[in-house]
């Protein structure tokens, strides 16, 4: 083969190869900066709220069986912000069935959909006296809508919907009220080491901490 055919082949593969290297190079680029925008919007949008939920659970619940918080507070005022700081948790776990991101979290940090899934709030309530429906019920009255998208009612959304002359938040969650006074000392501990197991779950498997991981 003529010296100059050999040179042009050289070349042409030399092309070849130095255009398929540079088009995987740039979809690695692009499958990488797309996984980085996928963590980005799983942690803003679910993973800092849930650690933000389970932490006001978490001290609610421990004031209520420990410090004796419920004997400093009214009636109204014990069954609103609890089940505000249960229904914020309840909530997200909702949505995250609703929007299915269990199935996004597991692409992103293996092994944290199945975590979250096994290790729900909602799972530790099913042998007492909070049904099923009434749980849903207090979850979806924690849930705004926004087009195609749900988030977590802020404590005020919540507070002036059940506030209100003839709520029907109020009578939809009358059995959801009627579990939370009726929770013992024993359930509280229980609910009590579940938020914490899953708050160090999350943290371990995100590498996010949050307060409740050095909290004894």
Known sequence: MPDFVA???????GSVIGSVGAVLADHWLTERNERS?????????????????????????????????KYVMTDDYFEQTTLY????TLALERIFALEAVYPQ???????????????????????SNFY????????????????????????LEFRKRYETANSLEKQWLMPAGRA????????????????????????KKTGINSSLVRDN
């Open 180 to 203: 939370i006074q009726s929770l013992s000392v024993s359930q509280m501990e229980d609910l009590l080491a579940a938020v914490k197991t899953k708050a160090q779950g999350v943290a």
């Open 85 to 88: 700081a249960l229904g914020r």
């Open 7 to 13: 040179t042009i082949l050289a070349a042409l593969i």
């Open 132 to 155: 099923r429906y009434d749980r849903i019920a207090l979850a979806e009255a924690v849930i705004e809508r926004e087009g195609d998208a749900f988030r977590v009612s802020t404590y």
């Open 37 to 69: 925008h996928r963590r980005e919007i799983l942690i803003q949008r679910y993973i800092f709220q849930l650690q933000d939920a389970l932490e006001m659970l978490y001290y609610r619940l421990r004031n209520l069986a420990f410090q004796g918080g």
């Open 105 to 127: 979290f597991d692409t992103v940090y293996p092994g944290l959909g199945k975590f979250m899934k096994e290790y729900r709030i909602d799972f530790k309530l099913q042998h």
